[in-house]
């Protein structure tokens, strides 16, 4: 499999990746025109409402992502969809939640911080932010550890601050999910995204970024292990965030990862967007007009982003992943007990049909990514007998996610202590 084929590029002169974070810029200026001024809510298509500050601060982000790639075409854009941006991020009402709410000052602002680093600023915001962040109950909103480093972080942003982390932030990645073993096998999407976040705050998205808490190995090994769970799930809001692990560290793509990533991209470019979760097409094909529009944009526009913040992170560390799969040292041959059990049952998940067009040299080095696909089905089947088979199989090849074979053993080991109570 190559990704050479950009989603429809009639630009010659731009690479895949290039190409897919105008795609993500471009489906963000259409995501203002529909959800910047009222955002959605409709019960009948979608469960939450989704606030226009939320589409605000989080097309800021993804401008200033791309802000930091090195291509005019990009560049371009991104000042494009600023002069866009400028009017919603800083209305009225955003200054006044700034003013109202010290607690929330930095959420209401982000999106204004985003913009003045890209080169748009704007005195009377700054005034009213240092105003808010200097009050007394600035500190008076609790939250967790990954939530708290998105603050410090944005904050870094804004003062465009290079200081390494004080005590205060080094006790929150202490906190976070980069410093505990994540709960592989019962772990919430929540939990998954605590992960994701942190390790976005804490490296600073590569531009000064602080030491994080595990070793690089061991961060690396949990998100192999939660992007087989998602990529199987079709999770691919989260998959793509896991994926940041590998730019945002520095480190060499594995060849999970590499296949992970042609999952996302040949799924988008076959559907134009990468769908989210909540995304369901049946709605989507019922829908005409404008109500079609808002339901795509409001579904997909994260998943969106998250390509492109994913593609801008490559592109800006040098670190893009291989375009064919290849491991950096022999292969054990994919075990047979394995296919049989990810080919039993009725799912049929988008990557199979990607794994099935992979050369034999190819399919091998993803032995990991299977092992650790039918562990977790088989552990959320609770197929305790088949959970114990894969277990061994781990051992014997020495293949899967050491956390996530850990886990399972751990797990199997409780429930025999269980049969022992009356």
């Known amino acids: 499999m190559n990704y050479g084929n950009p989603v429809q590029s009639d630009k010659a002169s731009v690479t895949g990746f290039e190409y897919r974070v105008l795609h993500a810029l471009s489906f963000s200026r259409n995501t203002l025109g529909l959800l910047a001024e009222e955002g959605y809510d409709d019960p009948d298509t979608l469960q939450d409402k989704i606030l226009p500050e939320k589409v605000i601060g989080e097309t800021a982000f993804l401008l200033y992502a791309a802000s930091l790639v090195e291509h005019a075409a990009i560049k371009d854009k991104v000042f494009e969809i600023a002069q866009i941006l400028a009017p919603y991020a800083r209305s009225k009402k955003i200054l006044l939640g700034i003013c109202l709410y010290p607690a929330l000052a930095i959420e209401f602002a982000q999106a204004h911080v985003f913009l003045t680093r890209i080169g748009y600023p704007d005195n009377c915001f700054d005034r009213m932010l240092d ?13 967790p550890p990954h939530r708290m480093l998105e603050q410090e972080w944005v ?4 003062t465009g601050s290079n ?31 605590a992960f994701t976040h942190a390790l976005m705050y804490a490296t600073c998205f590569n531009i000064s970024p602080w030491k994080i808490g595990k070793k690089t190995e061991l961060i690396l090994e949990e998100a192999e292990a939660m992007l087989a769970r998602c990529i199987d799930e079709q999770d691919y809001d989260l998959a793509g965030e896991l994926l940041l692990a590998w730019p945002l560290t520095g480190s060499a793509w594995s060849p999970l990862a590499v ?19 909540a995304t369901r097409i049946d709605t989507l094909q019922k829908l005409e007009g404008e109500k079609k529009k808002k339901y795509l944009h409001a579904t997909a526009y994260h998943t969106v982003y998250v390509m492109g913040l994913l593609c ?5 560390t040098g670190m893009r992943p291989p375009s064919n799969i290849s491991a950096n040292k022999p292969s054990p041959k994919i075990p047979q007990k394995v296919l049989e059990f990810l080919r039993a049952g009725n ?29 977790y089905r088989s552990v959320q089947q609770k197929q305790y007998d088949r959970v114990f088979e ?16 850990t886990q399972a053993a751990e797990l199997l080991g409780r429930l025999s202590q269980l049969t022992s109570f009356g």
């Open 155 to 158: 904050k870094r942003v804004w």
């Open 131 to 143: 105003k808010s962040i200097s009050a007394q109950s600035h500190f008076g909103r609790e939250r």
């Open 163 to 193: 200081e390494p982390a004080g005590k205060r932030i080094s006790d929150m990645i202490t906190n976070s999910a980069l410093s505990y073993p994540v709960d592989l096998l019962h772990g919430t999407r929540e939990d998954l995204y």
């Open 390 to 405: 894969l277990i061994q199989i781990a051992y014997e090849e020495k293949i899967g996610s050491s956390a996530l074979v």
């Open 259 to 277: 296949f992970a990533f042609q999952v996302l991209m040949r799924v988008e470019d076959e559907a134009g967007f990468l769908p989210s979760p």
């Open 347 to 375: 799912s049929n998940p988008h990557w199979l049909a990607d794994f099935d067009q992979l050369e034999e040299n190819e399919k091998n080095p993803l032995a990991d990514l299977l092992l650790n696909i039918a562990l």
């Open 312 to 316: 801008s992170a490559s592109l800006q």
